[in-house]
C-alpha cells in the first residue's frame, strides 16, 4: 500500500528535521558553552584568574592601560560564552523552528552573525565597566575615607541589584527576553547580525545589574558565576513564571548588602563580607 504524496513529502520533511547535523547552530552553541565552562573551572581550580581579574590588571599587575584592558576582554568574551550565550538558546530554537530545515545554506553563518552581535553588545558593556572601575580607582585613591570604607561599595552594587529587580524597566526587557519571536524569521546575514544585537540589548538591559554586582564582587567565583548564569536562563525558560524568581532574588540581594554593612569584616582587600560569599 502506497502512502499518498503528501504524507511522504512530511514524514520526509520530519526526517530532515529529527536530523541535527555536525553544523546545527544548536550544537555549535553548547558546544561552545561547554568549552567556555571547562576554561572557566580550569582557570579557577589551578588559581589562574587573574587575567580576568580587574582589580589585579589595573593595581597590582603593573601593564599599561590599553594591554590590562585587552587581557581583560579576552576574559569578557570567555564570560560571555559561559553566561550570557545559553540565553541565546530559545530564540535558536525559534530561528530553526522558523527555517524549513536545520541544514538550510547559510546556517552556520547565520548563527556565528547572531554570535557576533549578540557579542558586541557584550563586549562594548564590559569596555564601559572597566574604564568606569578605572575611575573608581582613582576616586579611592583620591579620597582616603573611601579607601577605608570601601565595604560600602560592594553594598552600593548589591543594594542596586537588588533594587532593580523590582523596577517596572526589568519587567518590561526581562518580558522583552522571553518573547524574541519578532527576531526569529531572519532571512539573512544582515538579519541575523541584527537579531542578535537585539537580543543582546534586551538581555543587558535585563541583567546589567547582576552583571554589575559580579563585576564589582564576584569576579572569579564559580558559585557567582553558575547562580548568575541559572538565574538569567531560568527567566528565559520560565517566562511569565519568572516574577516570583526575580522578586526573591531582589530581596536576597537585599539581604546581602545589609550583611556587607552588618558583618564588614573580611580578608584584605576583599569588599567586606562580600570577599567570603563571592570569592570562592
Wanted: proline share 5%; with cysteine.
Amino acid at each position: 500500500m502506497r502512502l499518498p504524496a503528501t504524507l511522504l513529502i512530511k514524514r520526509h520533511d520530519s526526517e530532515k528535521h529529527d536530523q541535527a547535523p555536525w553544523w546545527s547552530p544548536m550544537l555549535w552553541l553548547w558546544l561552545l558553552v561547554g568549552a567556555a565552562w571547562a576554561v572557566t573551572v580550569l582557570a579557577v581550580v589551578t588559581r589562574h584568574t587573574e587575567w580576568g581579574d580587574h582589580h589585579y590588571l589595573l593595581q597590582t599587575s603593573g601593564l599599561p592601560f590599553v594591554s590590562a584592558l585587552g587581557l581583560f576582554l579576552a576574559s569578557w568574551q570567555l564570560m560571555i560564552l559561559a553566561m550570557m550565550v545559553p540565553c541565546l538558546a530559545p530564540l535558536l530554537h525559534q530561528m530553526s523552528d522558523a527555517r524549513t530545515s536545520a541544514r538550510a545554506p547559510g546556517s552556520l553563518a547565520m548563527f556565528l552573525m547572531l554570535l557576533a552581535g549578540y557579542d558586541l553588545v557584550w563586549t562594548a558593556s564590559g569596555c564601559a565597566a572597566f574604564f568606569g572601575d578605572a575611575l573608581l580607582h582613582e576616586v579611592v585613591e583620591s579620597w582616603p575615607w573611601l579607601g577605608i570604607h570601601n565595604a560600602i561599595i560592594a553594598t552600593g552594587l548589591l543594594a542596586l541589584a537588588g533594587a532593580y529587580q523590582f523596577t517596572p524597566q526589568k519587567t518590561r526587557l526581562m518580558m522583552g527576553c522571553q518573547a524574541p519571536s519578532e527576531r526569529a524569521d531572519v532571512t539573512g546575514l544582515d538579519a541575523a547580525y541584527r537579531a542578535g544585537a537585539g537580543a543582546g540589548r534586551s538581555h543587558l538591559g535585563s541583567c546589567w545589574a547582576l552583571m554589575l554586582a559580579m563585576f564589582g564582587v564576584g569576579m572569579g567565583s564559580l558559585v557567582w558565576m553558575v547562580s548568575l548564569t541559572g538565574l538569567m536562563l531560568a527567566e528565559q525558560v520560565f517566562g511569565p513564571r519568572a516574577s516570583a524568581l526575580r522578586w526573591s532574588v531582589g530581596v536576597v540581594f537585599f539581604v546581602l548588602a545589609a550583611l556587607t554593612v552588618a558583618l564588614p569584616t573580611a580578608p584584605p582587600g576583599r569588599f567586606g563580607l562580600a570577599g567570603p560569599l563571592f570569592f570562592w
